[in-house]
Nanobody
Framework: QVQLVETGGGLVQAGGSLALSCAASGRAFSKDGMYWFRQAPGKEREFVAGISFSGGSTDYADSVKGRFTISRDNAKNTLYLQMDSLKPEDTAVYYC??????????????????WGKGTLVTVSS
């Protein structure tokens, strides 16, 4: 069964850091675009960051550019999101997502082929 499982969420103070991971199982993801989205309470799911299959291309939402870093380890079938200088407005459920055999720059949520169940990140002020 193909699935994505996010880990690493939790509670952190504003200005702090947190690292998320997304483990892909069921098939190798080395040819797939990988992404992080987030959804805050009462808001729509939004794009956070994306990375191409080789890692050569990355994209970030303007709200996280310079603070978040997306990376991947294809040998480990794992996607990462390093989040620094966190703000209370970063509080959300963070989701890992995938486009099979393709990469889309700054996509909307409807373009994804597979989603994880999400991990909650809470940033206190």
């Amino acid at each position: 069964q193909v699935q994505l499982v996010e880990t690493g969420g939790g509670l952190v103070q504003a200005g702090g850091s947190l690292a998320l991971s997304c483990a892909a199982s069921g098939r190798a993801f080395s040819k797939d675009g990988m992404y992080w989205f987030r959804q805050a309470p009462g808001k729509e799911r939004e794009f956070v960051a994306g990375i191409s299959f080789s890692g050569g291309s990355t994209d970030y939402a303007d709200s996280v550019k310079g603070r978040f870093t997306i990376s991947r380890d294809n040998a480990k079938n794992t996607l990462y999101l390093q989040m620094d200088s966190l703000k209370p407005e970063d509080t959300a459920v963070y989701y890992c997502a995938q486009t099979i055999y393709s990469y889309i720059s700054k996509p909307g949520p409807r373009g994804m082929d597979l989603w994880g169940k999400g991990t909650l990140v809470t940033v206190s002020s």
